[in-house]
């Protein structure tokens, strides 16, 4: 049994991946839904605590009551994220803060603060949620781009420096994914997705992994 953190838990991958590892491990849930945490936690078993990974004072805080009540945590799955679709001049500014904040620092402040107690562990699996937009680029996604290209950089980087002390770094750049992200931005999700349970297979054979293994990326999309 591993203790798992996910972030982003409230709906989509996030939900779909807690219901499906909740039976075999401890599971633990952040997300700023609250009502929807409650839901799933009483559904599945697992601990929540209410979190919104943008501040990085609220993320320190809470993985000290994490530890505090949990003890180490095993694997970090960073999952939560938001989308703006649009042309640059045509995006609010607010929309931009939301989505790089989101994306990109509330990533990178939550892998910090797991990391901390995993340098401690000498082990430990990050798994960064990037998407196949922190590879490929395209029109009127200047900005999720811009905030899933950073976290691709940051993946890497942190591959290195992690593997110093036993933590392995895994970046997991799947395709669009049928769940609400599109729908909580107003837009409309065009074109092949894969299932949400596509998605949990392939995390499952990542957090499955043997720990003198690492899987630096791994990709998965529709044909």
């Known amino acids: 049994m591993q203790t798992i953190l996910i972030t982003g838990s409230s709906d989509g ?3 779909a991946l807690a219901e499906k590892l909740a039976s075999e491990n401890k599971v633990i849930l952040l997300a ?9 936690a009483k559904q599945t ?7 919104d990974v943008r501040d990085a004072k609220q993320v320190a805080e809470t993985f ?3 530890r505090e009540e949990h003890g180490s945590i095993d694997v970090l799955v960073n999952n939560a994220g938001v989308i703006v679709n649009g042309e640059l001049v045509d995006t609010p500014d607010k929309d931009i803060e939301n989505v790089i904040a989101t994306n990109t620092l509330g990533s990178i402040y939550v892998a910090k603060a797991a990391l901390s107690q995993m340098k401690r562990q000498q082990s430990g ?18 900005i999720y781009n811009a905030s899933k290209w950073a976290l691709t950089g940051f993946t890497k980087a942190l591959q290195e420096e992690a593997a110093a002390y036993g933590v392995r770094v895994t970046g997991f750049y799947p395709g669009t994914i049928k769940t609400d992200l599109f ?5 409309e999700m065009n074109g092949p997705a894969i299932t949400t349970e ?19 990326e791994l990709g998965v999309k529709h044909v």
């Open 13 to 15: 991958l996030g939900k």
């Open 32 to 40: 700023r839904n609250e009502a929807a945490l409650h839901e799933i």
């Open 45 to 51: 078993g697992c601990a929540y605590y209410l979190c």
């Open 64 to 66: 000290a009551k994490i």
């Open 125 to 142: 699996l990050v798994i960064n949620v990037v998407s196949q937009s922190g590879l490929n680029a395209k029109a009127g996604r200047s």
């Open 183 to 187: 729908a909580k931005a107003g837009l």
């Open 198 to 216: 596509q998605a949990v297979k392939t995390l499952e054979f990542i957090i499955s992994s043997d720990e003198d293994v690492v899987i630096p």
